[in-house]
């Protein structure tokens, strides 16, 4: 039998603690012990980049960390980028441009395109093709993801919420 282990994390801003099988991932945490599941699980190998959120403040694939990794992090995932019900200046740049279809992978996508956005505030589409580069869609065009990106960009949607580093 596994021993359960402590995780506490700070996630979009809110303090959590709970045990957990130390096998078990930081996605299945976030989706399966806090509920938060706007992150998706596609791959589950790191290829597809449909589970990125940030951890301090960087993209990480949450599918190839264990979530007592994370233990003392601060963490956002997709459902802290909107605030009371006012969608961040991200989503509305891929609503607007129409930067996703099925919208399985968006979350990966909006999780980069804000990392970008904080190294490059005007991205040329060579940084963007190189920062979304780990992120796959299989409906939308890049095309259009990258518009996107450009016109959250315009939006000056760099701004990262207070509790992130
Ligand atoms: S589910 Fe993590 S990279 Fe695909
Ligand atoms: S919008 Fe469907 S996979 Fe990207």
Known sequence: MTTSRPVRVTV??????AMVEPRMTLVDF??????L????????HGVCGACTVLLNGQTV??????????????????????REGKLHPIQEAFMEEHGLQCGFCT????MSTLELLQHHPDPTDDEIKEALGGNLCRCTGYQ????????????????????IG
Request: hydrophobic share 40%; aromatic share 4%.
């Open 12 to 17: 979009n801003g809110v303090h959590y603690e």
């Open 30 to 35: 976030l989706r399966g012990e806090l509920g």
């Open 37 to 44: 599941t706007g992150t998706h699980v596609g791959c589950e």
């Open 144 to 163: 259009s993801i990258i518009k996107s990106v450009h016109l959250a960009a315009e939006k000056k949607a760099l701004r990262l919420p207070h509790w």
């Open 61 to 82: 694939r949450s599918c190839l960390m264990l979530a007592v990794q994370a233990d003392g992090a601060s963490l956002m995932t997709v459902e802290g980028l909107s």
């Open 107 to 110: 979350p990966g996508f909006l």
